[in-house]
């Protein structure tokens, strides 16, 4: 079996599409793999990928951009190069492309097409691409619910009849990365607290997203306005930039800076940057994580991933982050979305030491032996996976 692999990006998303993951079982299991995307060649996941036989392409497809159908004919070039048994799409814009490449092929000549919905999609002219697949994986109970709800709408209406099967992979954290009860090494905590002297001894609550509209901040002007006198020590950390350069960030940043200066929070928040290399470090030693999204989240990976280090994380019972915490850690639940519910939450995290337990639930050997379980479906006379002792999916080699 070949298979090749779509993407917009692979610089930001590894650990939400698997991408790497996947790739590296397929070739374990004796087959072949191609992925094209617009990281650099000497990207270091690219890198980890052609350490694996992987063979990439550079193709940039960016979101959105209607400019990426400029790759119609080398995508094409390369497709018949490599003949791929499955072609596995993981954004809207690169199914486009496909769209018009396949377009004139003959179904019986088609590779299997599986693609991934990470979020909720409408089901409207731009994701109309990304429905012409044999199999659709939706990453999350959240989104699964979703799209069957809209599916069935459309149906009624007669707008649309979805020719595909859905399948369900939520997405897996890999727990030799993130390992239970992590702890930070001292000379970690000592170079933090060399460039934030003012995060010693502090309880953290580690606010995981950047700044937005979307993601909820002004929620930690509540927290840390109605906790500060009974917790002195309490301090949100926030991963985005304290920069003055708004260019390119949302009006919100500065709504909420300024909100913080005015209320004499701003000595109890700081910002340690967007995506740090140490997000493990950080969210293992912190006392509290915070999801409080104003939309639903798909996905919830930096929730996942604080689960499966042991740190307990609070969030609302919407989206991805509801299903998450119901599964796995249910006390971090806020259900009533309101100030005196979150930080009656927070109040009582910091003032007993909870932690998640061990689980062995969405972890990434899960998710790639799934995700194989659809490829094999749909090309039957090459093994892939099997199933062990207790009834779980494993990859195996091809024989």
């Known amino acids: 079996m070949k298979v090749m692999h779509l993407s917009s990006s692979l610089k930001h998303d590894e650990a939400e599409r698997g991408i790497y993951a996947i790739t590296h079982a397929v070739m374990k299991s004796g087959h072949s793999s191609v992925v094209i995307g617009s990281a650099?060649?000497?990207?270091?996941?690219?890198?980890?990928?052609?350490?694996?036989?992987?063979?990439?392409?550079?193709?940039?497809?960016?979101?959105?951009?209607?400019?990426?159908?400029?790759?119609?004919f080398r995508l094409r070039a390369l497709i018949d190069t490599h003949k791929p048994d499955i072609i596995h799409v993981h954004s809207r814009t690169p199914a486009w492309v496909l769209h018009w490449v396949l377009r004139t092929t003959p179904?019986?000549?088609?590779?299997?097409?599986?693609?991934?919905?990470?979020?909720?999609?409408p089901i409207n002219s731009y994701s109309q691409a990304l429905f012409d697949a044999d199999t659709i994986i939706t990453a999350s109970n959240s989104i699964d619910t979703y799209l069957r709800a809209k599916l069935r709408r459309k149906k009624q209406e007669q707008e649309f009849v979805?020719?595909?099967?859905?399948?369900?992979?939520?997405?897996?954290?890999?727990?030799?990365?993130?390992?239970?009860r992590h702890h930070a090494s001292v000379h970690w905590l000592h170079s933090v607290f060399a460039e934030y002297p003012e995060l010693e001894h502090k309880k953290w609550l580690i606010f995981p997203t950047p700044i937005g509209s979307e993601y909820g901040q002004e929620w930690l002007v509540d927290i840390l306005g109605n906790l500060k006198n009974e917790f002195p020590n309490i301090h949100a950390i926030i991963m985005d930039d304290n920069i003055t350069d708004l260019h390119d960030q949302d009006v919100s940043y500065e709504e909420f800076t300024q909100r913080?200066?005015?209320?004499?929070?701003?000595?109890?928040?700081?910002?340690?940057?967007?995506?740090?290399?140490?997000?493990?470090?950080?969210?293992?030693?912190?006392?509290?994580?915070?999801?409080?999204?104003?939309?639903?989240?798909?996905?919830?990976?930096?929730?996942?991933?604080?689960?499966?280090?042991?740190?307990?994380?609070?969030?609302?019972?919407?989206?991805?982050?509801?299903?998450?915490?119901?599964?796995?850690?249910?006390?971090?639940?806020?259900?009533?979305?309101?100030?005196?519910?979150?930080?009656?939450?927070?109040?009582?995290?910091?003032?007993?030491?909870?932690?998640?337990?061990?689980?062995?639930?969405?972890?990434?050997?899960?998710?790639?032996?799934?995700?194989?379980?659809?490829?094999?479906?749909?090309?039957?006379?090459?093994?892939?996976?099997?199933?062990?002792?207790?009834?779980?999916?494993?990859?195996?080699?091809?024989?």
């Open 40 to 72: 650099d060649p000497e990207d270091e996941l690219i890198t980890r990928l052609k350490r694996d036989g992987t063979v990439y392409y550079q193709l940039p497809m960016p979101k959105k951009s209607w400019w990426s159908l400029r790759h119609v």
């Open 107 to 121: 179904k019986a000549r088609r590779p299997k097409i599986v693609a991934t919905l990470y979020g909720f999609y």
């Open 162 to 180: 979805p020719k595909f099967d859905i399948v369900q992979v939520r997405r897996g954290v890999d727990v030799r990365k993130y390992p239970y």
């Open 260 to 399: 913080l200066q005015a209320l004499g929070l701003n000595e109890h928040a700081t910002f340690i940057g967007r995506r740090p290399p140490d997000t493990k470090e950080w969210l293992s030693s912190a006392n509290v994580v915070l999801s409080l999204a104003n939309r639903p989240e798909s996905i919830g990976m930096t929730v996942l991933q604080a689960i499966h280090l042991g740190t307990p994380v609070i969030g609302w019972s919407e989206g991805a982050c509801g299903d998450i915490l119901n599964d796995l850690y249910p006390q971090g639940i806020v259900k009533q979305k309101t100030a005196i519910a979150l930080c009656k939450s927070v109040k009582y995290h910091l003032t007993n030491q909870l932690r998640p337990a061990i689980t062995h639930d969405y972890v990434v050997e899960q998710m790639v032996a799934e995700t194989l379980a659809v490829y094999q479906s749909l090309v039957p006379n090459c093994q892939l996976v099997t199933k062990d002792r207790h009834d779980n999916l494993v990859c195996i080699k091809a024989g």
